[in-house]
């Protein structure tokens, strides 16, 4: 029996991670949740799974779950709350599935504990991957990818040694607006953006798709979890979403990993590798599916695929300060204040703000410093392209 604890259970990822369980009742167990803002859902959790440790975003939220689930459960708040959970004694494995920066003192605390992290939380990665991955090595933890393109290839890396390994494709669908006029990009509105043509995913990483932001930083999360240089990450637009990601070997193979469009495929890798189980999800028909196409991406779409990659190869503090840019800039396009392609030209100008300050990030706190510095500067910048 495993046992494991959620970090964003109320979130996409973390209700997967449930129907997971859902599905291995004899393999797998709830111990802790660690949630935000919805204390209904949460609440409806904590009673179907009974954990021993649940989280809440604010303290104010306490008062809130205690009245619905009463005193059976300990009930812990804020970034120290979910660090709890993610370090608590009694879980072996923890799906990281909080969005964005927050999730970095979690996951840093389960690694710390020597825990098996499921990671789906790439931001962690991106803002602090070294340190996350020198912590798993020092404390005998061990970080999986729950990101579908991730775990593809650690599917794939498992019929090759490393100094094999060419190069790693990620793929990407192209998100909503693949084939829009690029003259009307001025125009899209946050339902169009929301709107993801083959995964449904949570508000953030949605649009992160929609710029593509989110393979440029699927591509910094992927040096760091393969020990891999940027120039050997290439990206290639699959809009059906079946090919998950590819590995090429020096001799020319070319190892891919397929699978129906569900989260749940890489969660059950991640908590029962290396076992594979007899699962009860929906399997791939590619008779039905028929084609599959593949195609370079355009930079001039994408331009944040680029600005990621600039990135990855300057390292240090740069990736952090991507990361904390565009979260504030993608809140900013949520909440109305921008127009779509503000969003990447906000984290260009922080990016460009940033480039004689570049800090090597030896620590948490480095960059828990650095992603306030650049919140702070996406915040109080204002481009031409402002609605
Ligand atoms: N969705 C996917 O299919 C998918 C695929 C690959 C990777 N990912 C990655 O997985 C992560 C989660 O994505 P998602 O789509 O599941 O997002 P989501 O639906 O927005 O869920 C985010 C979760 O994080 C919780 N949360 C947010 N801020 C928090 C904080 N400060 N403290 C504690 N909990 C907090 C939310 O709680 P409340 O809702 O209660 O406020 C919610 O449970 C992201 O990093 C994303 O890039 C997602």
Redo the contacts with the bound molecule.
């Keep these: 029996m495993r046992t494991v604890s959620i970090?964003?259970?109320?979130?996409?990822?973390?209700r997967?991670t449930l129907a997971v369980v859902d599905a291995f009742p004899d393999d797998l167990r709830v111990v802790g949740l660690?949630?935000?803002?919805?204390i209904e859902?949460?609440a409806a959790q904590v009673k179907k799974y009974r954990p021993e440790l649940v989280?809440v975003?604010t303290d104010s939220d306490v008062p809130k779950l205690r009245a619905v689930i009463g005193d059976a459960v300990a009930i812990v708040s804020g970034?120290k709350g979910?660090s709890d959970v993610a370090s608590m004694p009694s879980a072996n494995a923890v799906i990281a599935?909080?969005?964005?920066a927050?999730?970095i003192p979690p996951v840093y605390a389960a690694l710390r504990a020597g825990k098996r992290v499921g990671i789906?939380?790439?931001?962690v990665l991106v803002a602090a991957g070294d340190v996350m991955t020198s912590t798993a090595r020092e404390h005998g933890g061990e970080i999986l990818p729950?990101?579908?393109e991730h775990n593809a290839v650690h599917q794939a890396i498992r019929c090759g040694t490393h100094q094999e390994i060419q190069r790693i494709i990620l793929t990407a669908s192209g998100g909503p607006f693949l084939r829009r006029e690029l003259d009307t990009f001025d125009e899209i509105s946050i339902e169009a953006a929301l709107a993801h043509p083959t995964?449904?995913?949570?508000?953030?990483?949605s649009i992160?798709s929609a710029t593509m932001m989110?393979k440029g930083l699927e591509v910094i999360e992927a040096h760091h979890l393969f020990s891999l240089p940027a120039d050997r990450i290439d990206i290639l637009i699959h809009p059906q979403s079946i090919v998950h990601s590819m590995v090429e070997y020096i001799d020319g193979s070319i190892i891919a990993q397929l699978s129906t469009t569900d989260?749940k495929f890489p969660i059950q890798y991640a908590l029962l590798y290396p076992e594979r189980v007899q699962a009860p999800f929906a399997r791939l028909d590619l008779a039905k599916i028929r084609t599959l196409d593949f195609l370079p991406v355009d930079p001039r779409r994408f331009p944040a695929v680029e600005l990621a990659y600039e990135a990855c190869r300057t390292g240090g503090s740069m990736p952090a300060v991507l990361n904390a840019a565009n979260e504030i800039a993608v809140e900013r396009f949520l909440a109305g204040e921008l127009s779509f392609p503000a969003i990447v030209e906000i984290v260009s100008r922080v990016l460009e703000r940033h480039a004689g300050k570049v800090a090597p990030i030896a620590s948490v706190e480095d960059a828990l410093e650095w992603d306030r510095w650049a919140r702070n500067e996406a915040r109080g910048t204002d481009v031409a392209v402002s609605r």
């Design positions: 970090l964003g259970s109320t979130g996409s990822v973390g997967s660690a949630a935000g803002a919805n859902l949460l989280s975003r970034s979910a599935a909080i969005v964005g927050a999730g789906a939380n790439k931001e729950v990101d579908s995964w449904k995913m949570g508000s953030k990483i992160d989110n989260m």
